[in-house]
């Protein structure tokens, strides 16, 4: 298979949140899943704060999502995506969705393209 190879310079954001958001917009097009604004912002919430009851209700409470119904709607839909999945009997992200937050201050990507 012949392809070429695309350096896209580095992808510099303002703050922690900004770059986990791009990295997580990035890795949910190469496996060609859809979120709307409001799934990317929630994922990217649950990475740097954890996925338990208390960052579900934080949800809420900060008015990204109005309902535990619309929480719960997204928890469901992140599971079949296969974003979140079960271990050791409770529910965490998946390890190429769960990015290291911390001294990270720019993004790398190499795209190869084939024919």
């Known amino acids: 298979m012949k392809g070429i190879q695309v350096q896209i310079k580095d992808y510099k954001v303002a703050n922690t949140f900004d770059m986990i958001k791009a ?3 990035f890795i949910t097009l190469g496996k ?3 979120l709307s604004d409001t799934e990317l912002y929630t994922l ?3 990475v740097i704060n954890g996925f338990n ?3 579900r209700e934080d949800l809420i409470t900060t008015k990204i999502i109005k309902t535990k ?3 719960s709607n997204m928890v469901s839909k992140f599971r079949r995506m296969g974003i979140l999945k079960k271990e050791h009997h409770k529910e965490v992200i998946s390890p190429e969705y769960n990015i290291p ?3 990270i201050d ?5 795209l190869i393209i084939k024919k």
């Open 44 to 46: 990217t919430y649950f």
């Open 32 to 34: 060609d899943l859809e």
């Open 53 to 55: 009851t208390i960052t």
């Open 106 to 110: 720019a993004i790398k990507i190499d």
């Open 69 to 71: 119904n619309g929480v």
């Open 23 to 25: 990295t997580l917009k």
């Open 101 to 103: 937050s911390k001294d």
